[in-house]
Nanobody, 126 residues
Framework: QVQLVESGGGLVQAGASLRLSCAAS????????MGWFRQAPGKEREFVAA????????YYADSLKGRFTITRDNAKNTVYLQMNSLKPEDTSSYYC???????????????????WGQGTQVTVSS
């Protein structure tokens, strides 16, 4: 089994930065993608960013390009999400996800991911 544990969320003012971390443990022998999604109350879960574990290619929601950066540390089985210039509309629960299959799914799609963390809350005040 695989466990994903997010950390780094919190309450910040608009314009601030946060860095989220997601540490994977358990059967972490290989990933294809690791990603971040977010979900605000009353809204659907949406894609934020993803990284290809082997090649390091990155993928972003169009609306977040330039403000959010995803990186990975293969040795630590950890993925990070650096969030800059935060806005009140970024307020959400942020979820880490991992794809350990080889089905070739899209990194943008929820259904691609096999494992999910419990989420970390990010609240941005105006």
């Amino acid at each position: 089994q695989v466990q994903l544990v997010e950390s780094g969320g919190g309450l910040v003012q608009a314009g601030a930065s946060l860095r989220l971390s997601c540490a994977a443990s358990g059967r972490t022998f290989r990933w294809y993608y690791m990603g971040w999604f977010r979900q605000a109350p009353g809204k659907e879960r949406e894609f934020v960013a993803a990284v290809s574990w082997s090649g390091g290619a990155t993928y972003y929601a169009d609306s977040l390009k330039g403000r959010f950066t995803i990186t990975r540390d293969n040795a630590k089985n950890t993925v990070y999400l650096q969030m800059n210039s935060l806005k009140p509309e970024d307020t959400s629960s942020y979820y880490c996800a991992a794809d350990q299959s080889s089905l070739g799914g899209s990194p943008y799609k929820i259904g691609t991911y096999d494992y999910w963390g419990q989420g970390t809350q990010v609240t941005v005040s105006s």
